[in-house]
């Protein structure tokens, strides 16, 4: 079996769920997937959506080339169905794989609109997930348009200071969402995007995961970020449609804050924000 090509990509957090006002944001967090296209078919584990055979589809619906015989082979650390952006990393690393292999030369937004598309295809997303994408293979965030080509979707951007540990609280499996709910919580919305802004993310990740928690009716969310903030925590916030919550605090305040998020009895896993730039694994 010969490796012909690697990429990588992060998960992410939400600040902005997409649904809401249809405009989303999202940022990298430290959390990785690294895919490996092989000369050999390789069976992938937990590909309930078969988005790789998306990846695959949409390339050569692009009319790019594509080796004789392949396989995938993916290490990933994001947890998979909990809002964190894995199928965003997934699809984006694995195009990246496959640029690299193929020598295409492909830019990070041709790669995002290549992802996008795979999403919708598999059937995974919704919104497409442009947002997402983006926060996968480039640090800071960016406030973008669902409907529009990924150069063309971006209406803000921004950076995220450094010093900050990101919490994420693991809550088992996602439950069903009804987004037909989301407008109902416009004003929240509104209100997040309004501080977004502003230049107040962590206001509004917060104003954010009230908004989406009550959309869908998750009170224990609410409960445990509103125990969050009161413990120390600077935002706290359901990531994506949940389950996760992602919960932001100081770095010097970090290891307190993680013992009280410990009682609620769900895994936490500590992290940071993505600050470099994603490069193709060579």
Known sequence: MTILGTGRATGGISIIHAVGLGQGCSTGIGLETIVELTSTPIPVELDKHSLLESVVIVWKNSGLPLPPSIGWKVSSSVPIGQGLKSSSALACAALRALNEATLAGLSDSEIV?????????????????????????SPGWKLTVPTQ???????????????????????????????????????????????????????????????????????EALRICNSAIASGAISAGISGSGPAIAVIAFEEDATTLESHLLETGYTVLSTIFSTEEIEEVI
């Open 149 to 219: 080509s990924a150069s063309e979707s971006v209406l803000l951007t921004g950076q995220v200071e450094e010093g900050h540990t990101v919490l994420i609280i693991l809550r088992g499996d996602r439950k069903e969402i009804f987004f037909d709910k989301f407008s109902e919580q416009s004003l929240l919305f509104e209100r997040a995007l309004s501080t977004l802004a502003s230049g107040s993310i962590f206001t509004s990740m917060s104003t954010n995961g009230m908004a989406v928690a009550a959309a869908i009716g998750d009170d």
């Open 113 to 137: 609109d290549l992802a996008v598309a795979a999403q919708r295809h598999s059937g995974c997303t919704i919104s497409g997930s442009m947002d997402d994408c983006w926060a996968s293979i």
